[in-house]
């Protein structure tokens, strides 16, 4: 497509005033249609060479030393003090000579989708938040660079080893897009899913965590006699939370096979009676619940449990830090696996959904893609890793990152809850990026499911349904994964 | 050649008219005409916005609306605010208008709003004063589901139980009603009572001299004289009707819920935009919604078509 130059500026006074996403909206049919008809360029990257002349260990991707380098990240529950504090330093420290350019905001697809439709793309986008970039899209737009060098690039640490080589294995899978499947993601933290609770109330009370859900129901009692909630979402933008449990206990009984299944969009996928198993046990949890809480928005359900009015919560391990303002003197956060369902689960209760995530991509026509690339070899150094951890409280996928630092009980605790699951590890579900359409379905069913508006057989239903329309709809290109 | 017809007096004629209309004819057509004749184009394609790469694909995405539960949803949503907001909320905001400016009797022979109007008069129109954003964050609190609600509280103190204001399905688009006609009655207010001063006192003391009580003041006198205001403010509330996008956004629960209970056609066009990524899709809708509005502002302005009265 041709721009005229009009367009540019248009689009780059667009830009510069963020205007908000409803305003982007007719500008950006006014771009889309402008050149309606042309061929778009076929999308190439800028093959940032690894084995180019002048490529060496310390620039393996022949970055441009005085390239200017436009980093977007999303300041959610990490904030942005990462980047602008460890990460874009240590691009500096490599590269003197360049400026970086810094944007730390939340409505990442808003804000970046008329830039992609646009051409003038950031180097490095953390593509994150409810409102990201819809991923697949931009793959099957050509517009995302594939990783692969960066991963056979030597590691900042020690050159003789390969990035791939020194973060947790499945990371690389984890960011697997397009067909043929290429890397196009770097999930950097490693994230761990779970029910989260205060030791210290437990202890007080002479509670344990629950390992099967016969003992959860017991315990239930015990905590509504005492005038605690059991277990508590947020309904009102937090229902993936609820649903990341209804999966998880889904795998634990029936293997990942079923994860994969609904992922590939298997016929009956969410017929299986594991699926429909771990509906029926949490929906049963569910009827403890505050009805209140469906209208309630994550914080507010968080602050409850800090408050002590809730048990247990669903969450990743995020939450330690996102909670650390609210969190009282004397409250300690642990994270414990979701109990089993059956006596006779495929996966013993230890396991837990472990994944790689907080995506970081590299847009194909980037400017300086290959700073791009350089910027998240650094991220992968562990001094950019320890410094990640140590301003998030978050762990990376970065392998022995954590050295010589003093963790907090969450994240002691999600370390002791990785080591206990070894190789049982629940694995993450790639419709949730891949099928917006099937993800939005399912979030609106869990709230029926658990607020006791649908039956578990109902939500199985409903679901297949909606998987089934996902599969016919010929606009909704497929994907699939095997691992 | 005629050339006539040139003359220069003329031509600062049609000029110094051209030069006023050129302004805002431009902005009209670049603000509006061309981003809604883009969209009717955009409809047509397969668009995902993020690249410049589309088909033609016909009427495919309108086809396709005609199976989609949740546009139907969104479209009948619009249907029982449209039946009932505009009428709540200009029944309301005549009320009060007629008691601000002539509910009060008879003061030195002339009729007058009841005690404190003027007051009141700033005071309804506050909702008015606030961004639409900032009404649903307000009635975020206001109706917050728990014992602790500001709505629920007082509620408590007559011992009923919480309600769930947006969680029960057959309760949420009725509450996100109300939040509407609470935020829309004091422009109304404003306008019928402006409406009201303009018709001649004469009038109104007239009527009463001849033993008109207040309720056939209103309904004989007051409200055919400002029909020609309420008409306008029926077709104001009525294109709100198609929109409510914000309240919706903020207020529901999972942006639409539950279960599509309270979701809009905006809010369904944007879902499809930024969550789906379905450009062409989308426009399809905006493009239905256009027609929507456009059908019921032209049926309105017929129906309601009456004699001036001139006075």
């Not at chain 1, 070894?422 to 917006?436: D, I, L, P």
């Not at chain 2, 061309?34 to 397969?46: C, D, G, K, W, Y």
Request: hydrophobic letters at 45%; glycine letters at 10%.
């Amino acid at each position: 497509m041709t721009i005229t130059p009009r367009d540019i500026t248009r689009r780059q006074l667009l830009a510069r005033v963020g205007l908000t996403a409803l305003v982007a909206g007719p500008f950006l049919s006014a771009c889309a249609t402008g050149g309606g008809g042309s061929e778009a360029a076929a999308p190439s990257a800028p093959a940032p060479s690894a084995g180019g002349a002048s490529a060496s260990a310390n620039n393996p991707f022949n970055v441009k030393a005085d390239a200017p380098l436009e980093v977007v990240i999303f300041k959610g529950g990490y904030s942005d003090e990462y980047a602008t504090q460890s990460h874009e330093p240590l691009y500096k420290k490599a590269f003197p000579g360049a400026t970086i350019k810094h944007q730390g905001i939340q409505t990442i697809g808003q804000t970046l989708t008329p830039r992609f439709a646009g051409g003038d793309v950031p180097d490095v986008v953390n593509n994150s938040g409810t409102d990201n970039l819809d991923g697949g899209a931009l793959i099957n737009a050509g517009q995302l660079l594939d990783l692969t060098p960066l991963f056979e690039a030597p590691s900042v640490d020690d050159p003789t080893k390969k990035v791939k080589d020194v973060i947790v294995p499945g990371t690389i899978e984890s960011g697997l897009g397009g067909d043929p499947a290429k890397p196009y993601t770097l999930n950097y933290v490693y994230t761990a899913y779970g029910l989260w609770y205060d030791a210290k109330l437990f202890e007080k009370e002479g509670w344990t965590p629950p390992k099967t859900f016969d003992e959860f129901k017991t315990f239930a009692e015990a905590a509504k006699a005492k005038n605690i909630v059991p277990f508590g979402y947020a309904g009102k933008n937090a229902s993936y939370y609820a649903y990341w449990m209804i999966l998880i206990s889904a795998a634990k009984i029936g293997g990942n096979k079923i994860l994969l299944d609904i992922d590939n969009l298997a016929d009956n996928a969410w017929n299986n009676d594991a699926v429909k198993q771990a509906a029926a046990a949490w929906a049963e949890i569910g009827k403890f619940m505050d009805p209140a809480y469906e209208g309630l928005i994550h914080t507010e359900v968080q602050t409850q449990q800090n408050q002590g009015k809730i048990a247990f919560y669903p969450s990743g391990s995020w939450l330690e830090a996102e909670q650390a303002k609210d969190t009282p003197e004397g409250f300690e956060y642990g994270m414990v696996p979701t109990p089993s369902v059956t006596a006779a689960d495929q996966m013993p209760y230890e396991a837990i959904r472990a994944a790689a995530a907080e995506g970081f991509i590299v847009p194909s026509k980037a400017k300086n893609a290959a700073g791009g690339l350089e910027y998240l070899r650094q991220m992968l150094s562990k001094q950019g890793a320890r410094d990640f951890t140590e301003k998030t409280k978050s762990l990376t996928v970065v392998i022995g990152a954590t050295e010589g630092l003093t963790l907090s009980p969450g994240l002691t605790s999600v370390a002791a809850a990785q080591t206990a699951a070894g190789t049982n590890v629940v694995t993450f579900s790639s419709f949730e990026g891949w099928y917006k359409e099937l993800e939005t379905e399912l979030r609106k069913q869990t709230n029926a499911l658990m607020f006791g508006r649908i039956s578990a057989e109902e939500f199985a239903t409903k679901m297949q349904a909606a998987a089934d329309k996902t599969k016919a709809d010929s606009s909704i290109i497929k994907q699939t994964r095997n691992v | 050649m005629r050339r006539g017809r040139l003359t220069p007096g003329a031509v600062r004629k049609w000029g110094f008219i051209a030069s006023f209309l050129a302004a805002p004819l431009a902005i009209y057509i670049i603000f509006f005409v061309s981003p809604n004749l883009q969209a009717l184009q955009l409809a047509l394609t397969n668009s995902r916005g993020i690249s410049p790469d589309f088909q033609y694909v016909g009427l495919e995405n309108f086809t396709r609306l005609f199976e989609d539960d949740v546009f139907w949803a969104a479209v009948r949503h619009h249907g029982l605010i449209l039946l009932v907001m505009p009428l709540v909320t200009i029944a309301i905001a005549l009320f009060f208008s007629f008691l601000l400016n002539l509910g009060g009797g008879q003061k030195n022979g002339q009729l007058s709003g009841v005690w404190g109007s003027s007051f009141y008069k700033v005071v309804f129109f506050f909702p008015q004063v606030l961004a639409v954003v900032i009404v649903g964050v307000l009635f975020q609190a206001v109706l917050n589901p728990q014992k602790s609600g500001i709505l629920n509280s007082v509620l408590g103190w007559f011992g009923i139980d919480p309600v769930g204001w947006l969680i029960k399905p057959d309760l949420a688009l009725w509450t996100i009603i109300g939040v509407m006609v609470w935020q829309g009655v004091g422009f109304y207010v404003v306008l019928f009572s402006a409406g009201m001063a303009g018709v001649p006192k004469e009038i109104f003391e007239a009527a009463a001299l001849d033993g008109a009580n207040r309720l056939t003041l209103f309904f004989k006198i007051t409200l055919p004289l400002v029909w020609n205001t309420v008409q306008v403010g029926w077709v104001y509330l009525g294109i709100a009707a198609f929109d409510a996008f914000a309240l919706v956004q903020v207020l529901s629960i999972d942006r639409g819920g539950p279960d599509n209970a309270t979701t809009v056609l905006p809010l369904e066009i944007f879902r499809q935009t930024f969550t789906y990524y379905r450009f062409g899709y989308a426009s399809a809708m905006g493009v239905a919604l256009v027609f929507l509005v456009l059908t019921f502002a032209a049926l309105t302005l017929r129906v309601t078509r009456r004699e001036r009265i001139e006075y």
